[in-house]
T-cell receptor, first 113, second 116 residues
Framework: DAKTTQPPSMDCAEGRAANLPCNHS???????VYWYRQIHSQGPQYIIH???NNETNEMASLIITEDRKSSTLILPHATLRDTAVYYC??????????????FGQGTELSVKP | GAVVSQHPSWVICKSGTSVKIECRSL??????MFWYRQFPKQSLMLMAT?????????EQGVEKDKFLINHASLTLSTLTVTSAHPEDSSFYIC????????????FGEGSRLTVL
């Protein structure tokens, strides 16, 4: 079973920041928080991941609470092409194999003009 | 980032036939590959974990004799849907873990199977 809880859907105005929350209250000390997104009929696309520090890359920022029980993915300036289902996943990382990626239901983000 | 390619991207077959889907890591070696299935309006469901040179590990409820997985090299894993039926129609997606990396998974574009 997925270890994360996300709202099923969210709307965001084009050009505004999209803040997608995720609860992972049972996360273990060696589990990372990963975010992927899936645009309709395509394979999931990696966005960002982190362990306990906030992370930023060219796509998004990841804010993880100090107790690591929740996180927020931030798309700073959402565009229509960011419309997708966003998945928050916790997973053991590292080594030659890493842990399985178990998908929950995700959040369907609709960016509107 | 690393590229994972699936082939074919879509396939239509008759009921009772077998279909093979290939998953290749194009520019990296993957000791572990994962196969997922996704029905319309649903999330991805993990089917099996494929390790190079050994037998695949199947998730509970997935028939290993129906979904044959072979991972003969560090860049190729195949999923064969045997004796396909209409209920096997789905979007099949593979992902590969970069050997020696931080465990980040890269996904293929998916293969849509339609069984008539």
């Amino acid at each position: 079973d997925a270890k994360t809880t996300q709202p099923p859907s969210m709307d965001c105005a084009e050009g505004r920041a999209a803040n997608l929350p995720c609860n992972h209250s049972t996360i273990s000390g060696n589990e990372y928080v990963y975010w992927y997104r899936q645009i309709h009929s395509q394979g999931p696309q990696y966005i960002i991941h982190g362990l306990k520090n906030n992370e930023t890359n060219e796509m998004a920022s990841l804010i993880i609470t100090e107790d690591r029980k929740s996180s927020t993915l931030i798309l700073p300036h959402a565009t229509l092409r960011d419309t997708a289902v966003y998945y928050c996943i916790v997973r053991v990382a590292g080594g030659n194999q890493g842990g399985k990626l178990i998908f929950g239901q995700g959040t369907e983000l609709s960016v509107k003009p | 980032g690393a590229v994972v390619s699936q082939h074919p991207s879509w396939v239509i077959c008759k009921s009772g036939t077998s279909v093979k889907i290939e998953c290749r890591s194009l520019d990296f070696q993957a000791t572990t590959m994962f196969w997922y299935r996704q029905f319309p309006k649903q999330s991805l469901m993990l089917m099996a974990t494929s390790n190079e040179g050994s037998k695949a590990t199947y998730e509970q409820g997935v028939e290993k004799d129906k979904f044959l997985i072979n991972h003969a090299s560090l860049t190729l894993s195949t999923l064969t849907v045997t004796s396909a039926h209409p209920e096997d129609s789905s979007f099949y997606i593979c992902s590969a873990s970069l050997a020696g990396g931080d465990g980040q998974l890269f996904f293929g574009e998916g293969s849509r199977l339609t069984v008539l």
